[in-house]
């Protein structure tokens, strides 16, 4: 099966710099990778994500990379805020037929003031 | 995400005993599914139901039970079965890709 490994668990920046959280992927055949935000206490959200057949998304101060050859993908998000502190899980599934994404660990991202 | 409720939102057991939890949707979506989350390991799967009267094990469906009698329910059961079920836990579900989460019920066993 998918195996998902994500680096680091835990992040910490001053407000203003740029944050990158790094996820390998085992299954070749995977194809789709959304990387969701979990506020504390509360439920994990779709911040972004990217397909196979793309390279690199943005979505403002958000981006994804991805690279099919290494089977890596990356979390940028440029000009942290102390509101982006949460933590951020990568994922990676087929899209068509049964979707059961496989989830990295997680990462704790804290953006001080 | 609003179309997915969870109750309750905390959930208090004493050893021995079974507990249900449930999971609502509006969202007209097939598949649902159940994820167990604790500090650090992410979001492991329990159960998954791609449709009405069917579910399949996750990854960790020992001590756990369910059932999908309607498309908007896929409730989780906790039996005494599961030795370690203080934690919490998250009622998803899906079109096409898109998982939509529900806030969640954090159960702990006195």
């Known amino acids: 099966g998918e195996n998902v490994e994500q680096h680091p668990s835990t992040l910490s920046v001053q407000e203003g710099d740029s944050a990158v959280i790094k996820c390998t992927y085992s299954?070749?055949?995977?194809?789709?990778f959304p990387w969701y935000k979990q506020e504390l206490g509360k439920r994990p959200q779709l911040i972004i994500d990217?397909?196979?057949?793309?390279g690199e998304k943005k979505d403002q101060r958000i981006a994804v990379t991805l690279n099919k050859t290494a089977k890596h993908f990356s979390l940028h998000i440029t000009e942290t805020q102390p509101e982006d502190s949460a933590v951020y899980f990568c994922a990676a599934s087929k899209v068509g037929g049964s979707y059961i994404p496989t989830f990295g660990r997680g990462t704790s991202l804290i953006v001080h003031p | 995400d609003g179309g997915i409720t969870q109750s309750p939102k905390y959930l208090f057991r004493k050893e021995g005993q079974n507990v249900t939890l449930s999971c609502e949707q509006n969202l007209n979506h097939d598949a649902m599914y159940w994820y167990r989350q604790d500090p650090g390991q992410g979001l492991r799967l329990i159960y998954y139901?791609?449709?009405?009267?069917?579910?399949q094990k996750g990854d960790i469906a020992e001590g756990y039970s369910v059932s999908r009698e309607k498309k908007e329910s896929f409730p989780l059961t906790v039996t005494s079965a599961q030795k370690n079920p203080t934690a919490f836990y998250l009622c998803?579900?899906?079109?096409?890709?898109?998982?939509?989460f529900g806030p969640g019920t954090r159960l702990t066993v006195l």
């Open positions: 990217i397909r196979s057949n793309v």
């Open positions: 139901s791609q449709i009405v009267n069917d579910f």
């Open positions: 299954d070749s055949a995977s194809n789709y």
């Open positions: 998803a579900s899906s079109i096409r890709h898109e998982q939509f």
